[in-house]
């Protein structure tokens, strides 16, 4: 079975810091890995995914992510943070079996303080 | 990305009458699209996927005559929610696959409101 795990529902960060989201996943084989971004009362923009090759996925926005097999992780960062970045952050993941419907981690909201 | 354009963006109408909601793929001709809905603070949940021609197949526990699914073309797709009641209420939202990249692109969703 798949599964996402974003284990904080908030994250709070000042203005020019680097922030972290975290994701860890679950999913047999190797995975398909995306994250999304959802504004208030908006669908979700496609940021990033990891399909194969470099760990360090570069994606929108400055947004970059690192797929850690050993850890199975798929945590988003980005060096400098700025106000524009609060939203709901949305991790998810696709195995490659051939369905390709996503499954979605519960979400992290994303507070960047001025 | 992808252009995926929904309609309309927000409803409201009366217990027991019928929805529906477009999805348009803008930029390509999509033979899959998907359906989610998602609750005030939660995740997404997905309901269905549309596949252009044929049946659309249903997650465990959505009604599919109370869902209907409609994929008539490679750039359409329209869920109607049949016989809406409250607890329909919440916001729906559509993504089409694309086939080249392998991604979903994501519309911005129908809030719907049953009084």
């Known amino acids: 079975a798949q599964s996402v795990a974003q284990p904080e529902d908030q994250v709070n960060v000042a203005e020019g810091n680097p922030l972290t989201v975290k994701c860890t996943y679950s999913?047999?084989?190797?995975?398909?890995l995306f994250w999304y971004v959802q504004y208030p009362n908006r669908g979700l923009q496609f940021l990033l995914k990891?399909?194969?090759?470099?760990?360090l996925v570069k994606g929108s926005y400055g947004f970059e992510a690192e797929f850690n097999k050993s850890q199975t992780s798929f945590h988003l960062k980005k060096p400098s943070a700025l106000v524009s970045d609060s939203a709901l952050y949305f991790c998810?993941?696709?195995?490659?079996?051939?369905?390709?419907?996503?499954?979605f981690g519960t979400g992290t909201r994303l507070t960047v303080i001025p | 990305g992808a252009v995926v354009s929904q309609h309309p963006s927000w409803v409201i109408c009366k217990s027991g009458t019928s929805v529906k909601i477009e999805c348009r793929s803008l930029?390509?001709?999509?033979?899959?699209m998907f359906w989610y809905r998602q609750f005030p603070k939660k995740s997404l949940m997905l309901m269905a996927t549309s596949n252009e021609g044929s049946k659309a197949t249903y997650e465990q526990g959505v009604e599919k005559d109370k869902f209907l699914i409609n994929h008539a073309s490679l750039t359409l797709s329209t869920l109607t929610v049949t016989s809406a009641h409250p607890e329909d209420s919440s916001f729906y939202i559509c993504?089409?696959?694309?086939?080249?990249?392998?991604?979903?692109?994501f519309g911005p969703g129908t809030r719907l409101t049953v009084l």
């Open positions: 993504s089409v696959l694309s086939g080249i990249t392998d991604t979903q692109y």
């Open positions: 930029d390509f001709q999509a033979t899959t």
């Open positions: 990891y399909i194969t090759g470099d760990n």
């Open positions: 998810a993941v696709r195995d490659r079996s051939g369905a390709n419907n996503l499954f």
């Open positions: 999913v047999s084989g190797n995975p398909y």
